[in-house]
């Protein structure tokens, strides 16, 4: 009779045991996911990072910041802000997007094979191997990730704030800090002043009647229509240089106080 009882007990202590187990596996789980997840950041942190005591820096925040937020005055070139809707954008309509810009560098963002961002990967001569670029790729993936999270940001329409988000939005990345242009983009510096017609370096776009008329009737409406899409609005949809900055890279108030800040610079 005493051993029935402690049958029974064992085995109900047993299926209790059994059945926490169950109950909290998936939690078990998620926690090593979650230990796994922080360890392959803190490794990216390491690669995007320009630290000379730490041999795996790739240097990445020499160009995007140290903090991935975009390159800026004390910075030799400029990357622009990772911490960006608009890269979250690019991510759900491709999920390996950033994979690939790492891997293969700016010319799967923009096309330009001469843009400052090289290519990382070892399999195109790159320093970095396919472990080093997935760590970087999921730390670059959990900003974009969590800046799509956030509340849409209203900016103020002012010079100011547009100067900002020229920095943030990455027209600073072609155009140059001082809008004096480079190699991927022209020099805007007049464009408060008057619509730019011949882009030394760069193909006239075929609607370039469409786009002196539209900056004489209203130069505000013009940018808008060319930096929401240069290509769809005056290019008959053939790419331009310059990328389209649809609603969730840019939404109204940032493209307002950007054509604020690009209105005030007349060039002189
Ligand atoms: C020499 C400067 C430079 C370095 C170093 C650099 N980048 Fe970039 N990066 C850029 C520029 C410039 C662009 C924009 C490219 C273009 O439009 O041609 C860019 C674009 C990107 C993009 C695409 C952003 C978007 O919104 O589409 C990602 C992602 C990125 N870089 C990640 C990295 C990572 C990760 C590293 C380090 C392994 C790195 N970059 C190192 C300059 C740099
Ligand atoms: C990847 C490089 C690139 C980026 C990023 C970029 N542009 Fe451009 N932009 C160009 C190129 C190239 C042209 C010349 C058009 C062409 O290709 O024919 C241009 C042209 C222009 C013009 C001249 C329009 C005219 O004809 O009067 C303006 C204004 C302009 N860009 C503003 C911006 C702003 C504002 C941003 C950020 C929201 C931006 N660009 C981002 C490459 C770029």
Known sequence: M??????VILVAALSIFTLLY?????????????????????YGEVIFSADPAEPAAAGCANCH????????EDSPAIGPNLHSRGLADKLRA???YVHLAVSYGGVVVSGNVDSAMPAWSYEVGGPLNEQQIEAVVALVESWAEEA??????EVEDTVEAGAEVYTAAGCVSCHGPELEGG????????????????????PTPSGVDQMIADYEEDPRMFLEQWIRDSSGNYNDGEATGMPPHPEGRLNESQLTALITFLLDQTGE
């Open 2 to 7: 005493r051993l029935k009882t402690l049958g």
């Open 22 to 42: 169950w109950v909290t596996d998936n939690a078990r789980r998620e926690v090593i996911g979650e230990e796994v997840d922080e360890e392959l950041l803190a």
């Open 65 to 72: 910041g140290a903090d991935g937020t975009g390159g800026g």
């Open 94 to 96: 491709n999920g390996n």
């Open 148 to 153: 799509a999270a956030e509340p849409v940001e």
């Open 183 to 202: 190699t991927a983009g022209p020099n805007i510096q007049g464009i408060g002043s008057d619509v730019i017609t011949e882009f030394e370096n760069f």
